[in-house]
């Protein structure tokens, strides 16, 4: 029973991990820009949720209202900020969104102050065999949900023209420009889409767990990985890599302990890498 | 373009000295004695920050109205150099070090958190400046062998200690089977070293032991455990974020354990937040408005919250209490002393020996205090969902009677 109460934990909360890093592996592959502020939008989209809990609306209509805000805010920070380091150097995208997440987090510490909050949904649980399983419905919402809005993503992107379009300048910008896209446009709709799922997810996280404006980190890393481990862009295995990390996790912490719960992710990470290096080398090629 | 640039730089120099000898305060000016904090009003501990800085500030503002300090025939006012620390430990030592050596701050109080009294009291220990601290409960500021640092609060170690004792003493004096889950940070570790040791002491035993990331917010593998194991206590420290999220998760998971014991109930704002699912809740805390210590300038805890709330306008949590207590030992070693000479300053804080409205104070060798016990409260609910906190011991200063053990999920 242990163990499928770690594998249901760890699959809903990878779900909801998969949409975060959905966001990043699209804004990454697309403007190949590896944003370290990615967690920072999700806070904030938590604290939508959350002011809305606190103006007595239900923080589940979260899922509809930050997205839409975020959205624009990452209109803003694109036209701000990011088209001015997209075409440079890895190095200067990192520095910059690094320097966007610092810049979140104390606004969010000035605006809504250090304390820990929670929306509470009032979800209640569901229990499976005589309640020795139990799973919060706030989590089995938020997987719900992630699921939405990550299959919504995927068929736009196959059937819209703006879906199309920013498939084409992912794979060639240029190339794109000269058929007519205007790569400019894509570009701030692409960091657009990718802060709307963040605040999808920061919805979702208010819900089911607690928001703090220095907790974004731990999400831009996780996502992170889990983007380095399925490959870019490849949506459906960010899907599986987010579910795998999660279950991986849950059962790290019930053999290893909690204290290595996040190590062991890592631990993960570098075999994962270590492993992909032997396999490339194998396959080396030579040009004569 | 040469002398005008000579002329700039002359008039910048002159201009910075100006400025610097302006701004330069001694330890006392004219009637005031000046004293120094760095506090951290940025970064993520600017709540209990501002509750800390909001008790200085009480009591400073009370110690004034009522005739101030008297020092060698001299009547003194207190009054507070602050600085913001961004919750910074770096930050917090430099802005010591200036205090200290350029604003000539000679005595000081201490910032919020264990961690950032760390930083400073190696600076203050240097200069030999009295620094009185209220926030800061790690066990290890207590056996660095500081001679400078007094702190008003009771050590680490000591929070939940009472939880185990009440727990086993329920138990007919037999050891109970302990869960515990700690963040990894040097409050929380030295609270849990005070479980091991009261573990030890009684004979418990100890069946789950986690230690949680501080990034983490999701307890769910270790409530698993705790359902599967069914220990007699559940003991949980990881600041605010640790209380919410268990809190939060205990209620999902339905798991039931016949005592929960945590720390920063208060400042989480349990029952505000949870609700009834807060309820049964065991906390430790420093302070309750329903003790009955008193003294002469806030009268009692009582008094002491319904002035601070009109001032402030919300219930005071133990982070301003404690605050406005080391202005009360400061004055108190200040007339004892009867100089601002600061080793004699330093010797009458060693000796000091008082009662405020917030516990006895008495300073043991290593500068914590040693006469103030730990209460615990727990967390009460009406049926109408109106929660409150009430302390259930020790039972010298109970105000209601322990619930134990904590009805079953199914019953409530």
């Known amino acids: 029973m242990l163990t499928l109460q770690a594998v249901l934990d760890g699959l809903l909360l990878g779900i909801l991990f998969a949409l975060i890093a959905y966001g990043m592996a699209l804004q990454w592959g697309v403007m190949n820009i590896i944003n370290i502020a990615q967690g920072d939008l999700v806070i ?22 930050s997205p839409i805000i975020m959205y624009f805010v990452g209109v803003v920070i694109y036209k701000l900020v990011i088209n001015k380091v997209v075409d440079r150097d890895l190095f200067i995208s990192i520095l910059a969104t690094f320097g966007i997440s610092i810049l979140f987090m104390q606004l969010m510490n000035f605006a809504f102050g250090a304390d820990v909050v929670l929306a509470n949904s009032g979800y ?34 196959k059937k819209s023209k703006l879906g199309r379009a920013i498939r084409a300048t992912a794979q060639n910008a240029r190339a794109a420009k000269i058929l007519g896209v205007d790569t400019e446009k894509v570009y701030a709709a692409t960091f657009g889409i990718n802060a709307a799922l963040c605040g999808v997810a920061g919805a979702l996280i208010s819900i089911t767990f607690t928001i703090h404006p220095y907790m974004g980190l731990p999400y831009t890393i996780r996502s992170f990985m889990i983007v380095i481990v399925a490959g870019l862009g490849n949506l459906p295995g960010v899907a599986m890599s987010g579910m795998g990390l999660g279950v991986f996790e849950e059962f790290a912490d019930y053999i290893l302990g909690t204290e290595f719960r996040i190590g062991s992710v890592f631990l993960l990470l570098v075999l994962i890498l270590v492993y992909r290096r032997f396999k490339l080398s194998r396959k080396r090629e030579y040009l004569k | 373009m040469k002398i005008k640039n000579i002329i700039i730089t002359f008039v910048s120099a002159i201009a910075i000295l100006f400025s610097t ?9 004219g009637d005031k ?14 709540s209990n920050g501002v509750h800390t800085q909001n008790g200085y500030n009480m009591a400073v503002d009370r110690i004034n109205d009522m005739g101030g300090i008297k020092v060698g025939g001299k009547t003194y006012k207190f009054d507070i150099i602050y600085y913001d620390d961004e919750s910074n430990p770096k930050r917090a030592a430099q802005l010591a070090e200036r205090l200290i050596s350029q604003d000539g701050v000679e005595f000081m109080l201490g910032p919020y958190s264990s961690g950032l009294t760390k930083a400073i009291a190696p600076v203050t220990e240097k200069y030999g400046v009295p620094m009185v601290e209220a926030n800061g409960a790690s066990r290890s500021l207590f056996t660095k062998g500081y001679k400078y640092l007094f702190a008003v609060l009771a050590p680490a170690n000591l929070y939940l200690d009472v939880a185990i004792e009440t727990a086993v003493e329920l138990n007919g004096g037999k050891g109970v089977r302990i869960a ?16 091991l040791d009261a573990a030890e002491r009684t004979g418990s035993k100890i069946i789950i032991d986690d230690k949680l990331p501080k990034e983490l917010n999701d307890m769910a593998a270790t409530l698993a455990k705790v359902k599967a194991v069914k220990p007699d206590v559940l003991v949980v420290s990881g600041h605010t974020k640790g209380a919410l999220t268990a809190i939060r998760q205990i209620a999902e998971m339905k798991v039931d354990v016949p005592m929960l014991a945590m720390t920063h109930c208060d400042a989480a704002k349990l029952s505000k937040q949870h609700g009834k699912n807060s309820q049964y809740a065991l906390c430790a805390s420093q302070w309750h408005k329903t003790l009955t210590y008193k003294d002469d300038f806030f009268k009692d805890g009582m008094t002491y919250a319904a002035d601070f709330e009109k001032l402030f306008g919300y219930d005071p949590p133990y982070q301003s209490a404690e605050s406005s207590a080391a202005l009360l030992v400061f004055k108190d070693a200040f007339e004892r002393a009867n100089s601002f000479d600061q080793k004699k300053v330093r010797d009458a804080l060693a000796d000091t020996n008082m009662q405020t409205f917030y516990g006895n104070i008495k300073f043991a060798e290593g500068g914590q205090n040693v006469d103030k016990p730990m209460v615990l409260f727990q967390v009460m609910c009406d049926d109408a969902g109106k929660c409150e906190n ?21 019953e409530r």
Do not use: C
């Not at chain 1, 020795?132 to 919504?152: D, E, M, W």
């Not at chain 2, 929380?188 to 070293?193: E, G, K, N």
């Not at chain 2, 009430?390 to 199914?410: C, F, G, N, T, Y």
């Open chain 1, 44 to 65: 904030l989209g938590g604290y939508i949720a959350y002011f809305m809990y606190l103006y007595g609306i239900h923080p589940a209509w979260g899922v509809i209202v």
């Open chain 2, 33 to 46: 004695i000046i004293l120094g904090a760095a506090i951290s009003l940025t970064g993520k501990y600017s």
């Open chain 1, 124 to 157: 209640g649980t569901t229990m499976l065999f005589d309640n020795s399983v139990t799973l919060p419905n706030s989590k089995i919402f938020s997987a719900f949900i992630s699921i939405v809005f990550a299959i919504g993503l995927v068929v736009y992107m």
């Open chain 2, 180 to 195: 515990q889950a700690f963040e990894q940070d040097a409050f929380s570790q030295d609270v849990r070293l005070g479980i």
């Open chain 2, 390 to 410: 009430k302390v259930v011991a020790p039972l010298k200063w109970a105000s209601a009677e322990l619930i134990h053990p904590i009805p079953k999920w199914s």
């Open chain 2, 21 to 29: 000898s302006v701004v330069s305060f001694a330890k006392v000016v």
